[in-house]
């Protein structure tokens, strides 16, 4: 079911689509001891990095949710990073980002036309730090719920302050020594450390752990 159909001669196509995987992740129906399997196999899918798709957003929240915070972050210095170091000061029009300067600078055959999808590619940056370096989730059925399991990677430190309908959750996460939470009032709050040891919160305050 995650492949990608028949071509039009009527032939199985068997390259897996990453689309379907990724939503089937998000949809609780990949069978999470195959994670490793489909995340190695992703990067042979055929021009997967060259182009980028305003569903790279739910595609990242799919490698948070797997747990593949370091692969995420490698794709986001790739592609993003990429655009950085050829001095874009935004997101180009032509999100192909093998191609050379000038033509990432041409959409819909027009010499700087703007693309509907910058919003979008803004977006996986932004789940990189919250959903990956942060460890964020909230619950489907209590929305005031909300997880937190940090992964810093190789970081040596980072402070991540994010917005939820209660008010402002901080963080102040190290490498080596205390953390600090400080959680709004009105939410539940659940730390989960590297260990799986999980601690609940629910009064509003600074924590340290």
């Not at 794709?75 to 874009?88: E, I, K, R």
């Not at 036309?113 to 977006?123: F, K, M, P, R, T």
Request: aromatic share 14%; with cysteine.
């Amino acid at each position: 079911m995650f492949l990608n159909g028949y071509t039009q001669k009527g032939e199985l196509d068997t390259t897996i689509s990453h689309h379907a995987q990724y939503w089937a992740i998000l949809a609780d129906i990949f069978p999470e001891d195959r994670y490793d399997d489909l995340f190695s196999k992703l990067s042979r899918i055929p021009y997967y990095k060259d182009y980028v798709s305003f569903e790279k957003g739910y595609e990242f929240l799919a490698y948070a949710k797997a747990g593949k915070v370091r692969e995420m972050w490698d794709f986001l210095f790739t592609v993003f990073g990429d655009w950085l170091d050829q001095g874009h000061t935004r997101f180009p029009e032509n999100f192909q980002y093998k191609k050379s300067k000038n033509e990432q600078l041409v959409f819909y055959s027009r010499p700087y036309g703007l693309s509907l999808c910058h919003g979008a590619n803004g977006v996986p940056g932004i789940v990189a730090v919250l959903n990956g370096i942060a460890g964020f989730s909230q619950s489907e059925i209590r929305p005031n719920n909300y997880t937190i399991k940090p992964e810093l990677m190789d970081l040596q430190w980072a402070n991540v302050d994010f917005p939820v309908k209660e008010g402002t959750i901080k963080l102040k996460l190290t490498a080596n020594g205390t953390n600090e939470i400080e959680i709004p009032s009105g939410c539940r709050v659940e730390s989960v450390d590297k260990n799986g040891k999980s601690t609940v919160l629910t009064k509003k305050g600074v924590y340290k752990f």
